[in-house]
């Protein structure tokens, strides 16, 4: 599956590397190049940050259904409870 940015999160992805590279590097890097790198980033670790939080879905929905069973779990036969609990012993 290839992981491809809106244009507006892409635009401010590459701003963000440009800011980086000018506060943290000791050369600026260039609208072009940011975007270059950028997608080295999302094509070589993109996938790995994806399936990792496939991984973290699957597991949380496991989780949720291994669950259901609790959260709509029924009574069964329940029918004569209603007229067992209304029936007052004879005095």
């Known amino acids: 599956m290839t992981i491809e940015l809106s244009k ?6 590459v701003r ?6 000018q506060e943290n ?6 609208n ?3 975007g270059a790198l950028l997608n080295f980033f999302v094509e070589e670790i ?13 597991e949380r929905l496991q ?3 291994a669950e ?11 029918y004569w409870r209603k007229f067992d609990s209304q029936r ?3 005095k």
């Open 46 to 58: 993109g996938p790995t940050i994806y399936n990792l939080a496939v991984a973290q879905v699957q």
């Open 32 to 34: 072009i190049a940011a």
């Open 63 to 65: 989780a949720r259904v």
């Open 16 to 21: 963000s590397i440009e800011r980086y590279f």
């Open 68 to 78: 259901l069973d609790i959260e709509v779990h029924e009574d069964e036969f329940r």
């Open 25 to 30: 590097m000791e050369e600026r890097i260039g």
């Open 88 to 90: 007052r012993p004879p």
């Open 8 to 13: 507006e999160a892409r635009a401010e992805a």
